[in-house]
């Protein structure tokens, strides 16, 4: 994208607070809610509120008989021409919940990705901050049944839902019998009575730990020495209970764990001294961080390449808010975030550390509170809505400095934000695919940043073309770090030609035979292996020996996975889960072959070829609860486990000592994806999942099983030449104008019929050719026309980077929009904008 190219200013407008009086003294306020709106629905503010309504905090409006929790975003005397605007019914925060930094980021998103303010406030804010009608309402069992600290309002709605565990909005008004309800639900939520129903909740529970207590009786010094004093029998527990007494006096509290592990006694013990009534035990409710003390300690010097390229990002932030800091795999580019970081944190501002993926953040976050303690906060999608709003108030606030989070951790409401690091920047899952808003959080974070005046530092050792191109033009600062920290030289590449063993077998080789012994080698060298494969399941799909029939989802235009573990079908689009097939339905055969392979067969197979290894896998099957990634990784760094084979949660950024062969399994399925980015994609993969290999002053060897052997972009990776690659790239992106020499704008269509769809399309794509005919491709079917039952069809606008005609194409699209809703045969199909497509 371009950085700073705003084809709406309105987000650089502030916000007036309290504008003059007008109007016969009236004000008026534009609220977002979290509704796909066009635009934002305006109030009237009643006399007894004038006071209580501020930009920033929630209120409770009424719009079509249904309630909502809806942020204000200005206010104003200027009454609507076009209707009498209801009054607003409640003020919900006596301070505003986000401040002025973000609404000008919700604004800007919204223009900028062709969303709406409400789609975004539903994606930035939690799920306690966003009351409606449909919210439901869950009593929390771990309150107990002592509400002597509630009010009468309070008290009702705590009743019902002890009695019946679940409320919506509409039945607490009727046990209140009033209308404004939402003061009393938000006060039962701050005093964990309740919690908004999430998805999440079902999945992922509180952590809780065991804590020992002494008997209060025994506080008294008299009480305890004469227990101690008179004590006859039952050595152990004596020893248990001395062990309690010392730590109680060291670390303040006792959890069960850690006062069996330093007295070296077993649960029947401790059990003996709570059934005596002398310790009691007590399960709380623990934060996943550790409270740990506020304190910086860098243990480790710069090398004097670091410490080059740390000044020279110092030196582009002086006349460059964002600069790009292009590092090979190894070379401790993070080890130049943590020495930024404590720059930022020594002149008290805020850090926003952005990672892709979440399993990087399990890993990361303990390097990080090894050096800042209790300066470092975690944010992240698998956390529950109480662990959010616990950090989101505490960022709001300036208490907590810096967060380490996935995307959504960009929609915090930092207070003083002064350095954005992005690390692997060049990554995907940065963009946002579904629902709205799509937006690209590197992007959008560096509008973030400049709201604030903080500085950016972009971070990979594959950079985005996009990214690179922009240090080029001098829109970015660019700093290089080209040698591996300590004694580490780049791994070295080995391609294994698949195409021979392919002739004598007909299958494709999921280990060939070299690759067999340089992984025997491996593990009797005590080292570790990761094996990279970029599809999960057992096989991607079965096929009849006989007819060539595959199984089908009967909702998706796509085959089915065989998991066999769970001896399932299933369908990666949908999720529908089906039984397996062993009869064909086209010849009646029961003759199938499983054709390719996914993770789970790998793992079968490493398994059958290396009894004695310790394997595991890492993929969206294995790793789907809150802790199940840092549970894998930490297994894999202590060496308990000997091959590690994954899908591209194995290649983004993970550090891990022993690994000295990496294996790519099919870099052939790499290369032969249909999209423009290919190329690039394919070389990020191969070179990140490459750098995993001879960490740490280790020699690392990498191999590349594939058929296409002269495929130019394994020549690039074989080299670690990402400026020859770059060039390249750059060149076949001007010919075929691709990004970063335009901007493109993906139009989906769906609609549960074909032909509607089709026509809808064809529609929309005339009444853009006249102004766009240059700048289309399409519409047309993609390669999965069917999702869902939808069929889809698509048209792709390559715009040149000229503002005012992007603005004009963005206009064209909202009116397309507007005319399929009001034309009587395309009022249900869906039209999705995606900018900036990825």
């Known amino acids: 994208m371009d950085l700073f190219?705003?084809?709406?200013?309105?987000?650089?407008?502030?916000?007036?607070?309290?504008?003059?009086?007008?109007?016969?003294?009236?004000?008026?306020?534009?609220?977002?809610?979290?509704?796909?709106?066009?635009?934002?629905?305006?109030?009237?503010?009643?006399?007894?509120?004038?006071?209580?309504?501020?930009?920033?905090?929630?209120?409770?409006?009424?719009?079509?008989?249904k309630r909502y929790a809806g942020v204000v975003k200005s206010i104003h005397n200027n009454k609507p021409a076009a209707f009498d605007p209801k009054f607003l019914l409640n003020v919900l925060d006596v301070e505003p919940i986000i401040h002025e930094q973000q609404l000008k980021l919700w604004d800007w998103i919204a223009n900028y990705y062709l969303c709406t303010e409400g789609e975004?406030?539903?994606?930035?804010?939690?799920?306690?901050?966003?009351?409606?009608?449909?919210?439901?309402?869950?009593?929390?069992?771990?309150?107990?049944?002592?509400?002597?600290?509630?009010?009468?309002?309070?008290?009702?709605?705590?009743?019902?839902?002890?009695?019946?565990?679940?409320?919506?909005?509409?039945?607490?008004?009727?046990?209140?019998?009033?209308?404004?309800?939402?003061?009393?639900v938000k006060r039962l939520i701050e005093k964990r009575v309740c919690f908004v129903w999430e998805s999440l909740k079902e999945t992922y529970s509180a952590k809780k730990e065991t804590f020992v207590l002494l008997n209060p009786q025994y506080d008294n010094e008299d009480q305890l020495s004469e227990l101690l004093n008179n004590w006859s029998r039952a050595p152990k527990q004596m020893e248990l209970l001395l062990s309690y007494?010392?730590?109680?006096?060291?670390?303040?509290?006792?959890?069960?764990?850690?006062?069996?592990?330093?007295?070296?006694?077993?649960?029947?013990?401790?059990?003996?001294?709570?059934?005596?009534?002398?310790?009691?035990?007590?399960k709380r409710a623990v934060d996943r961080l550790l409270n740990l003390p506020r304190n910086i300690s860098i243990d480790f010097e710069l090398t004097a390449a670091q410490q080059k390229s740390l000044s020279e990002i110092r030196t582009s932030f002086e006349t460059k808010p964002v600069c790009l800091l292009h590092g090979v795999t190894g070379s401790g580019k993070t080890q130049l975030y943590i020495k930024l970081i404590e720059e930022y944190i020594r002149k008290g501002k805020q850090v926003l550390y952005l990672l892709p993926e979440?399993?990087?953040?399990?890993?990361?976050?303990?390097?990080?509170?090894?050096?800042?303690?209790?300066?470092?906060?975690?944010?992240?999608?698998?956390?529950?809505?109480?662990?959010?709003?616990?950090?989101?108030?505490?960022?709001?606030?300036?208490?907590?400095?810096?967060?380490?989070?996935?995307?959504?951790?960009?929609?915090?409401?930092?207070?003083?934000l002064g350095l954005i690091v992005c690390d692997e920047e060049h990554d995907s899952s940065y963009k946002q695919q579904q629902p709205a808003p799509r937006y690209n959080a590197r992007d959008a974070a560096a509008y973030y940043a400049s709201v604030f005046g903080a500085k950016m530092l972009l971070g990979s050792g594959t950079p985005s073309v996009e990214s690179y191109y922009n240090t080029h033009v001098g829109k970015y600062g660019l700093v290089e770090l080209m040698e591996r920290f300590g004694e580490g030289a780049l791994p070295s590449i080995e391609l294994v030609d698949t195409k021979p063993l392919f002739k004598q077998t007909k299958e494709k080789v999921m280990i060939a035979p070299a690759l067999q012994e340089a992984i025997e080698k491996s593990l009797a060298q005590e080292k570790q292996v990761i094996l990279f494969q970029n599809r999960r399941g057992y096989t991607p799909h079965q096929v009849c020996k006989t007819c060539g029939w595959i199984p089908h989802c009967r909702y998706c235009d796509v085959s089915l996975t065989y998991h066999k573990f769970k001896h399932k079908l299933q369908c990666h689009y949908c999720g529908t889960v089906y039984p397996t097939v062993s009869t064909c339905?086209?010849?009646g055969s029961h003759d199938f072959m499983q054709h390719n392979f996914g993770t789970e067969k790998v793992e079968e197979q490493l398994q059958e070829l290396f009894p004695k290894a310790k394997i595991a896998r890492m993929?969206?099957?294995?790793?789907?609860?809150?802790?199940?990634?840092?549970?894998?990784?930490?297994?894999?760094?202590?060496?308990?486990?000997?091959?590690?084979?994954?899908?591209?949660?194995?290649?983004?950024?993970?550090?891990?000592?022993?690994?000295?062969?990496?294996?790519?399994?099919?870099?052939?399925?790499?290369?032969?994806?249909?999209?423009?980015?290919?190329?690039?994609?394919?070389?990020?993969?191969?070179?990140?999942?490459?750098?995993?290999?001879?960490?740490?002053?280790?020699?690392?060897?990498?191999m590349i099983q594939v058929a296409n052997t002269n495929h130019p972009v394994l020549q690039f990776v074989k080299a670690h030449d990402y400026k020859l690659f770059f060039s390249v790239e750059l060149q076949a992106r001007r010919q075929f104008y691709y990004p970063p020499f335009t901007r493109i704008i993906q139009l989906t269509l769906k609609h549960k019929q074909k032909?509607?769809?089709?026509?809808?399309?064809?529609?929309?794509?005339?009444?853009?050719?006249?102004?766009?005919?240059?700048?289309?491709?399409?519409?047309?079917?993609?390669?999965?026309?069917?999702?869902?039952?939808?069929?889809?069809?698509?048209?792709?606008?390559?715009?040149?980077?000229?503002?005012?005609?992007?603005?004009?194409?963005?206009?064209?699209?909202?009116?397309?929009?507007?005319?399929?809703?009001?034309?009587?045969?395309?009022?249900?199909v869906v039209l999705i904008a995606d900018v900036d497509k990825m």
């Open 358 to 416: 979440i399993a990087l953040t399990a890993q990361i976050i303990r390097r990080l509170q090894k050096h800042f303690g209790g300066y470092i906060g975690i944010y992240h999608s698998k956390f529950n809505q109480n662990e959010r709003i616990e950090i989101w108030n505490k960022i709001k606030s300036g208490e907590m400095k810096v967060v380490l989070g996935a995307r959504s951790s960009m929609f915090l409401p930092f207070a003083d």
């Open 619 to 702: 993929d969206y099957d294995t790793v789907s609860g809150k802790t199940a990634h840092d549970q894998l990784i930490q297994q894999f760094e202590q060496h308990r486990i000997d091959i590690l084979v994954g899908t591209q949660m194995v290649v983004k950024g993970l550090d891990f000592e022993k690994v000295n062969l990496v294996g790519i399994l099919d870099a052939d399925s790499l290369l032969s994806f249909a999209d423009f980015r290919v190329n690039e994609r394919a070389f990020q993969l191969m070179e990140q999942v490459s750098g995993r290999a001879g960490r740490k002053d280790a020699d690392g060897h990498v």
């Open 5 to 65: 190219v705003d084809e709406n200013n309105s987000a650089d407008k502030p916000a007036e607070i309290f504008p003059p009086l007008g109007d016969g003294g009236l004000r008026y306020a534009e609220i977002i809610i979290p509704l796909a709106l066009p635009k934002n629905y305006t109030w009237s503010i009643p006399d007894r509120l004038l006071e209580q309504v501020r930009v920033g905090v929630r209120v409770e409006v009424e719009l079509r008989k």
């Open 585 to 587: 339905e086209a010849c």
């Open 120 to 184: 975004v406030m539903a994606a930035a804010l939690p799920a306690h901050f966003k009351l409606s009608s449909e919210t439901i309402l869950l009593y929390n069992e771990e309150i107990g049944e002592d509400f002597s600290t509630l009010d009468h309002d309070e008290y009702l709605v705590a009743e019902a839902l002890l009695i019946r565990k679940e409320l919506k909005l509409p039945e607490v008004q009727q046990i209140l019998d009033s209308s404004h309800i939402y003061t009393v």
């Open 755 to 828: 032909e509607t769809v089709e026509a809808a399309a064809q529609l929309v794509g005339e009444n853009m050719q006249p102004l766009f005919a240059n700048y289309m491709v399409g519409p047309a079917e993609p390669v999965v026309n069917r999702v869902r039952n939808q069929y889809i069809m698509e048209l792709v606008l390559k715009l040149p980077k000229d503002a005012q005609l992007i603005h004009q194409c963005k206009e064209m699209i909202h009116a397309q929009t507007v005319l399929l809703h009001n034309h009587p045969n395309f009022k249900s």
């Open 245 to 282: 007494l010392h730590l109680i006096k060291t670390e303040g509290e006792v959890s069960k764990t850690a006062l069996l592990k330093k007295s070296n006694a077993s649960d029947a013990q401790l059990k003996g001294l709570v059934e005596k009534g002398i310790l009691f035990l007590e």
